[in-house]
């Protein structure tokens, strides 16, 4: 697991981690805790150490196929299961797909993972349609339920899931003053060169490179925002501030750049996850980015 979720949830990350190593990971997980305490970034990084083909003990190596692919969305044997914009409750046509879903093998791993967020959004028909599957799925399956109300599921729920409380979440990495200052630096920098003004050059060297990660992290949820308000779903934003400027960008760029956008800084991430030299990958990032239309 990465050193983030050991770090912010000690607890939850170590009992992953070991059962990861010694391979005894529960088929169904139940995620408590406050809401938005990383629960569903802790779902996402247990599913890229289970779809790892290089991973080091319980960490996954960040880099790989299958790694990428949980980074951007795109593993097809990672399916999220939800309530759908503006409902609060998880229509029994989605379980009934889940469930058919999980009568298939996986399509590129070995496992299927499936992350029901928030679990509360079952009603009683849905969560007894869930348990014959709980009980018995087919081949490797695990089942992350995400639940801030867990007093909501059924008893016979709580009984095929092993609970993991997560603890109110530390403040956001943005709040740290320093990643702050780097971020406003950085996000500078992008919205001129994206609207063609003059930007003030800001430089960046290798002690800035933990920092940088943080600040592309925060940048990537910053433009996903800029991308759920331009498609008209403000309910689902992931960082509440900045929204003046958010809304202007969304105002601005359509979305295929936005998306391209995302990608860029997801990449420039990596880049810098990867040990490229700091000052090297930032001004590819500029030069990439500029060149978005
Ligand atoms: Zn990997």
């Known amino acids: 697991m990465s050193s983030k979720l050991l770090e912010t949830q000690p607890r939850v990350g170590e009992a992953l981690a070991r059962a990861i190593e010694e391979d005894r990971l529960p088929h169904a997980l139940l995620f408590g805790g406050p809401p938005r305490s990383g629960q569903r970034e802790a779902a996402v990084e247990l599913a890229r150490a289970v779809f790892c083909r290089d991973r080091q003990g319980a960490s996954p190596c960040g880099v790989c196929v299958s790694c990428r692919k949980v980074e951007r969305g795109t593993h097809p044997d990672l399916y999220f299961v939800e309530p759908e914009e503006d409902s609060r409750v998880i229509k029994t046509e989605e379980i009934r797909s889940l ?7 996986p399509f590129e791993a070995d496992t299927k993972i499936f992350v029901i967020d928030p679990a509360e959004c079952l ?33 016979t729920i709580h009984s095929r899931t092993r609970r993991l409380n997560f603890s109110p979440a530390a403040p956001a990495p943005a709040e740290d003053p320093r990643i702050q200052e780097l971020r406003g630096r950085v996000l500078d920098r992008l919205l001129a060169l994206a609207s063609a003004r003059q930007a003030a050059e800001t430089d960046f060297a290798g002690p800035d490179r933990e920092a940088l ?22 309910g689902a934003l992931g960082l509440p501030e900045d929204q003046f400027e958010k ?23 990596e880049w810098l996850s990867e040990n490229v030299n700091v000052k090297l990958a930032m001004n590819v990032l500029w030069d990439r980015w500029k060149n978005i239309t």
Do not use: H, Y
Request: charged share 30%; glycine share 4%; proline share 5%.
């Open 123 to 155: 009603n009683d028909v849905g969560q007894n349609a869930l348990l014959k599957t709980l009980e018995e799925p087919e081949g490797r399956t695990i089942f992350i339920l995400i639940s801030s109300s867990p007093e909501r599921l059924l008893p």
């Open 213 to 234: 990660i943080r600040v592309m992290d925060s940048l990537i949820l910053f433009f996903r925002d800029a991308l759920v308000l331009r498609a008209g779903a403000p």
């Open 99 to 105: 469930k058919a879903r999980a009568a298939l093998k």
């Open 247 to 269: 809304e202007r960008l969304a105002g601005l760029m359509d979305e295929e750049s936005l998306c391209r956008r995302i990608e860029l800084l997801s990449e420039a991430k």
